[in-house]
C-alpha cells in the first residue's frame, strides 16, 4: 500500500462518524525506485492531506518532510522529489490500519489492506 492511498483511506462501515485518518501500524516496508514524474507529483500535491501524510511518513521512519505546506514548495525541485519518493516509492508490504473511532484494525498483506468486515 504505497502512502498516496493510504492519504484517501477511511474506515466506511456502518455507523462509523469519523474513520479517518487510519494509524498504520507497518511491520514490513519497501522502498521502490520508481521513474520520477514532477508534473504528477504537482498535480497531487493540493488534493493530499497534508498532515495525515506527514503522519503516515513518520510511522514508517520518514521524517523529512516539513510539517506545514507553503506556496514556495509547490516549486522547489528537490522538494517534489523528496514527495514523489515518500508518495510512490514506500510501499507498506504488511502491517495494520486502526480506524481512529472504533479502534477496528484492518490487515495489510501483500501491500493490499483487507477492508472486509
Known sequence: MKL???????????????????RITASEVQVTDNEYNEEFVRHMLPTLNWGVLVEAAKSVGITTLPS??????????????????????????????????????????????NFML
Open 68 to 113: 506545514s505546506l507553503t506556496p514556495a514548495l509547490s516549486s522547489d525541485s528537490s522538494f517534489l522529489r523528496a514527495l514523489h519518493h515518500v508518495l510512490v516509492n514506500v510501499h507498506v508490504v504488511s502491517g495494520v490500519l486502526t480506524c481512529p473511532e472504533t479502534g477496528k484494525e484492518f490487515a495489510i498483506s501483500d501491500g493490499i489492506a
Open 4 to 22: 498516496l492511498l493510504h492519504n484517501v483511506l477511511r474506515n466506511n462501515s456502518k455507523g462509523v462518524v469519523e474513520g479517518y485518518p487510519l
